[in-house]
């Protein structure tokens, strides 16, 4: 039975009003997948409104009573897991044991915000008589708009409705077209938790027909968004109409570096999964890889040994699935033949793999590396986003590794392997991304504040830095002496 999503809008399912919909495709075998609506402006409107008039009251309650709605979406995402883990496994095409670790970080996420009741507090600051006081309040935003990345599909939208539902706002959602139904099938535990219409509503469509519109829509108090840095671009113009706040989180080119000194076992197999993890797909994902001359070879073949094992195919029963769809697909294997002609080397891979007949039309790529690759190539200014790495061979000047590494538009991730205590500190003043990995695998805690320099955007998500991006400062300020006009310089001046 073919599946069939509509748009959920003030506490219902609605169909579109243009009645269209649009196909999703299994990335595993390339069939259709099921179909969502097409929401068209007039939907985005209602969406908005329902969220709009729903904060109103949502905000009144308190951190306490909003997080038992938070509560039980967590409990009833638990009690149901199975069918989410599935989910991912078809709609993303993730390996199970990466399906199994997303919804267990949908749990922890909406624990940890749901944990913030009582603990989102403001101040109190004298004032400039000492019969004046200031108080500061933490209020919310308004209407929140998440837009939210095919690669995580239920992991990001538990990162942005739960700092966002804490402190108040609500919510309009617009995932990605390539899991629509990831985020229905959480916007449906919402519904089953009896969350307040108009809290949290559900809008699907094309981003050419709907983006703008939403984006610089007069009731959109906060955007929040994953996805690619030009997407990022054009949500600044758009939204600065209307002056939202913006939290983005964008694309990211992690350098891997890995020093003479460096555990060679410990960094190929935390390679394995900075590469390899979610086909690659991933803003953290390590892009370029500096080995030292040293242990260059060693390290590659390594390296290259444990790849080989990796089992590819359908997700329930393989380490990597396929990319996403077959722009990405095509995207990726561009990469790889520019690379070529500009004089790099395939150590390992490069095009489809072989697979059973059933998986022939699905999206699979090699997980591949390069050699001979060259600081200017595309493949190590651009994101790849894909299973692919190039390596390059560096020599003692720790200094100039640091500058290869910096030497990117992006700056979300990063990762060093060496045993010298002096180093690894001298990275870690010196390394400029939002975050640095030392001798060990990622991803963000929930707990540490995931930001990105430069193009891979600006403010962050993740723990209480992260909840304060939904807050506001408001300001009242109170004199509770007998004449509070004393003293001051009031017209008419000539009293």
């Known amino acids: 039975m073919e599946k069939i999503q509509e748009l959920f809008i003030n506490g219902e399912w609605v169909k579109p009003s243009s009645e269209e919909y649009l196909n999703k495709y299994n990335p595993s075998t390339g069939e259709l997948y099921g179909k969502f609506a097409a929401a068209s402006k007039e939907d985005v409107d209602r969406a908005i409104d329902a969220a709009y008039d729903a904060q109103k009251k949502w905000e009144k309650l308190t951190s306490v009573e909003r997080s038992k709605y938070?509560?039980?979406?967590?409990?009833?995402?638990?009690q149901d897991r199975e069918s989410l883990e599935n989910l991912l496994m078809d709609e993303v095409g993730k390996p199970r044991k990466e399906a199994v670790q997303e919804v267990d970080g949908v749990l922890?996420?909406?624990?940890?915000?749901?944990?913030?009741?009582?603990?989102?507090?403001?101040?109190?600051?004298?004032?400039?008589?000492?019969?004046?006081?200031?108080?500061?309040?933490?209020?919310?935003?308004?209407?929140?708009?998440?837009?939210?990345?095919?690669?995580?599909?239920?992991?990001?939208?538990?990162?942005?409705?739960?700092?966002?539902?804490?402190?108040?706002?609500?919510?309009?959602?617009?995932?990605?077209?390539?899991?629509?139904?990831?985020?229905?099938?959480?916007?449906?535990?919402?519904?089953?938790?009896?969350?307040?219409?108009?809290?949290?509503?559900l809008i699907t469509g094309k981003g050419s027909v709907i983006g703008d519109y939403m984006t610089s829509h007069k009731k959109i108090s906060v955007i929040t968004l994953t996805g690619e840095s030009r997407t990022g671009v054009q949500v600044m113009k758009s939204a600065s109409s209307i002056m939202a706040k913006l939290i983005l989180e964008l694309g990211g080119k992690a350098p891997f570096i890995v020093w003479k000194d460096a555990d060679l076992e410990l960094a190929a197999k935390v390679l394995m999964w900075a590469k390899y993890w979610n086909a690659g797909q991933s803003c953290i994902a390590a892009e370029r890889l500096y080995v030292h001359e040293d242990v260059y070879d060693k390290f590659l073949n390594l390296f290259i040994e444990k790849t080989k094992r990796l089992k590819i195919g359908e997700p329930r029963t393989s380490d990597m699935g396929p990319l996403i769809n077959d722009q990405q697909l095509k995207k990726v294997s561009g990469f790889v033949e520019e690379a070529v002609n500009?004089?790099?080397?395939?150590?390992?891979?490069?095009?489809?793999?072989?697979?059973?007949?059933?998986?022939?039309?699905?999206?699979?790529?090699?997980?591949?590396?390069?050699?001979?690759?060259?600081?200017?190539?595309?493949?190590?200014?651009?994101?790849?986003?894909?299973?692919?790495?190039?390596?390059?061979?560096?020599?003692?000047?720790f200094d100039e590794v640091i500058e290869l590494a910096n030497d990117s538009d992006y700056g979300l991730a990063s990762y060093l392997f060496t045993k010298d205590v002096s180093l690894a500190m001298k990275a870690a003043r010196e390394i400029k991304f939002g975050e640095l990995y030392i001798n060990m695998p990622g991803p963000e805690a929930?707990?540490?504040?995931?930001?990105?320099?430069?193009?891979?955007?600006?403010?962050?998500?993740?723990?209480?830095?992260?909840?304060?991006?939904?807050?506001?400062?408001?300001?009242?300020?109170?004199?509770?002496?007998?004449?509070?006009?004393?003293g001051e310089v009031i017209p008419p001046y000539t009293d």
């Open 108 to 201: 922890d996420q909406l624990q940890y915000y749901a944990e913030f009741a009582r603990k989102i507090t403001g101040d109190v600051v004298e004032g400039t008589k000492p019969e004046r006081v200031i108080f500061q309040y933490k209020v919310p935003y308004g209407v929140v708009l998440a837009i939210t990345p095919w690669n995580f599909p239920a992991a990001m939208i538990a990162r942005k409705i739960g700092p966002a539902l804490i402190t108040g706002n609500t919510v309009v959602l617009k995932p990605s077209s390539d899991t629509p139904f990831v985020a229905g099938w959480i916007v449906e535990k919402v519904r089953q938790a009896g969350f307040p219409p108009g809290t949290v509503n």
């Open 342 to 397: 500009q004089g790099a080397k395939i150590l390992y891979g490069g095009g489809k793999p072989q697979l059973p007949e059933r998986y022939s039309k699905g999206f699979f790529y090699m997980p591949t590396i390069l050699t001979d690759v060259r600081q200017d190539m595309k493949i190590f200014r651009e994101e790849i986003f894909g299973p692919v790495i190039g390596a390059m061979k560096v020599g003692d000047d």
């Open 446 to 486: 929930t707990q540490g504040y995931h930001t990105g320099f430069r193009m891979s955007g600006q403010a962050g998500e993740n723990s209480r830095y992260g909840v304060e991006e939904y807050v506001k400062v408001k300001n009242v300020y109170i004199d509770y002496s007998k004449d509070p006009t004393a």
């Open 70 to 78: 938070l509560y039980r979406l967590i409990d009833l995402i638990r």
